[in-house]
């Protein structure tokens, strides 16, 4: 299970970078629902072995290593199980087997390594029979070791997880120092063709029996010679994010896919990984570079989502904030010297207790081509148009961050009155507005309205208060504990993705699917435009605008649960 983990995580990191990528098809939700079941083929595998070892006499006491079991095992499999899995996959992509039974394994036209064990059980049972015969031959010649089974199941796992990978990797060199291994071991781009194609490059892991019936794919050559000098992806938008806790890391694309494919929850199950979590956080701590988790392209833009490795509770630590504003900084100056258009702070990336909302990134670096954007003006339109119509009295809860601010001021001089309960707070936004709308701002602890604004520092006690029936609608990138069942819940700021979002296969934190939160729409809305500006520390951009071009480009506004 381990070796398949390394395997997909490698696929998706190296894909979303692009070098050597074979395949540039997306991968949608629907996929990643079809392969979950991915790990049964493992137990399948475990209870098979056992029944083996305990019911085949020549199973028991077996020695640890010996030669002619290898080499009788490699003839087994080179002969016999090359030969029949060739004619068997062949007969599979007959039209009665076909619709039947292999279409479920094709219909993953972009491959993953999980792909390679996705298909109907009387598959695996054809699957199991075949490659049983090398292990069952050796045995009953009284040949077979531990390790000549163990290497050659490895062998097989290998071998299917590198041929649905999706990137090619193996050097040229190996085939030019000995010809004939091109007919002895497939390349990821060959086997990608039979996934693209159908009906060519039918062989296991060796094409010699494609050569033998002439059915290999006339492009094999070519485009394994192409993915394998295809270079690094240049993006126009980048998103920066951040690891939010040390479980976060398996909720990330490169991680689980099926908990990648979720809203991020706490798991009950994680925690017995306590020791992989540590070993992450060590790496995260030794490594200290930002990777890259995801790539989505939107019409004519490709977009990357790249990742600080710090987790939230850090951000609020002084001492870590030199740290994390120079990740930050690198990373910005990494996106200008590749020629990115916008790059968007996600989550605490932008926090103004860090950063002063990226100012400092400006004032370091004014002669910036890459553009900032902090989305502020968008999670501004979407919180006001998420307040219900007819309102006309509003809460402000939790801290007065550059968002609440905006909005506030917006709400007063639109005519809405507008609670608060902090002196402080009240200050800052009576004088920046007129007497007019001054009057619409009012400093009370008591008639609390049924909607609520809240931000961060939303206490339990403060939100056990608000009277039944209250709307809460999230300003930040972290949504307040749900502690009311006689409540309704907005989350954080954002809003439902069109359809030509493509390669979406992951949830964006704990926000449901194909929902992306206001301040990574924001960079696209500014790349799409062509805005050549920034908006950061003070700067808003115009909120009627933005939201204007938000739902031009598809993108929808989230229900209120």
């Not at 009906?199 to 060796?206: D, E, I, P, V």
Request: hydrophobic share 40%; with cysteine; charged share 20%.
């Amino acid at each position: 299970m381990l070796h398949n983990q390394i395997w997909i995580s490698l696929s998706r990191y190296r894909t979303a970078k692009g070098n050597n990528r074979i395949v540039d098809k997306s991968i949608e939700f629907e996929q990643v629902d079809r392969e979950r079941n991915w790990d049964d083929q493992i137990i399948l595998n475990g209870i098979l072995l056992y029944m083996g070892s305990m019911y085949i006499k020549a199973a028991h006491r077996l020695p640890w290593w010996r030669t002619d079991g290898v080499i009788w095992t490699f003839i087994f499999h080179a002969g016999p199980v090359e030969f029949l899995y060739y004619w068997l996959h062949r007969a599979l992509h007959h039209h009665f087997l076909y619709s039947r039974y292999h279409s479920h394994h094709h219909s993953s036209i972009v491959t993953e390594p999980i792909t390679s064990v996705i298909h109907p059980f009387a598959e695996h049972i054809a699957y199991y029979v075949l490659f049983s015969v090398p292990i069952l031959s050796t045995l009953y010649m009284v040949n077979a070791s531990i390790l000549s089974i163990v290497v050659y199941l490895t062998y097989i796992d290998f071998m299917n997880n590198m041929g649905h990978c999706n990137f090619e990797h193996i050097p040229k060199w190996l085939f030019s120092v000995f010809p004939p291994f091109k007919y002895l071991m497939y390349t990821p781009s060959y086997h990608s063709l039979h996934h693209t194609q159908f009906r060519t490059n039918y062989s296991l892991f060796m094409p010699f029996y494609d050569y033998v019936y002439d059915t290999m794919d006339k492009s094999s050559d070519s485009l394994y010679e192409k993915s394998l000098v295809r270079k690094e992806e240049t993006p126009d938008v980048v998103h920066l994010t951040h690891l939010t806790t040390p479980e976060s890391v398996y909720h990330l694309r490169l991680g689980f896919a099926y908990l990648a494919s979720e809203p991020q929850k706490s798991k009950w199950y994680l925690s017995l990984m306590w020791p992989i979590t540590l070993w992450s956080m060590m790496v995260n701590r030794i490594y200290g570079q930002t990777f890259t988790v995801e790539r989505n392209v939107f019409k004519h833009l490709i977009m990357q989502t790249w990742a600080i490795p710090k987790y939230s509770i850090q951000y609020y630590m002084k001492w870590q904030r030199e740290s994390i504003n120079r990740m930050i900084e690198e990373s910005i100056l990494e996106a200008e010297s590749k020629g990115v258009k916008v790059l968007s702070l996600g989550l605490l990336n932008q926090d103004e207790g860090v950063n002063e909302n990226g100012e400092l990134f400006l004032r370091r670096n004014p002669q910036l081509k890459v553009k900032l954007v902090d989305g502020s003006s968008l999670a501004v339109a979407v919180v006001l148009n998420s307040i219900p119509k007819g309102t006309t009295r509003i809460a402000l809860r939790g801290n007065l961050s550059k968002v609440a601010y905006a909005i506030a001021l917006a709400l007063c001089r639109g005519g809405i009155q507008v609670y608060t309960i902090l002196e402080d707070d009240y200050k800052k936004l009576k004088s920046k507005l007129t007497k007019e709308a001054g009057d619409n701002l009012v400093l009370s602890k008591h008639n609390a309205p049924e909607t609520w604004l809240v931000g961060d520092g939303l206490t339990e006690e403060e939100q056990l208060k608000a009277p039944k029936g209250t709307i809460f609608i999230s300003l930040s990138h972290f949504p307040p504990k749900k502690m009311r069942k006689d409540c309704f819940y907005n989350g954080t700021p954002a809003m439902l993705a069109p359809k030509h979002l493509e390669n979406v296969d992951s949830c964006e934190n704990w926000l449901p699917r194909r929902v992306m939160s206001a301040w990574r729409i924001a960079g696209i809305l500014h790349a799409m435009e062509g805005w050549d500006v920034h908006e950061c520390g003070n700067i808003m951009f115009d909120v009627e605008k933005i939201w204007r071009a938000s739902l031009d480009h598809g993108f929808r506004p989230n229900q209120i649960r």
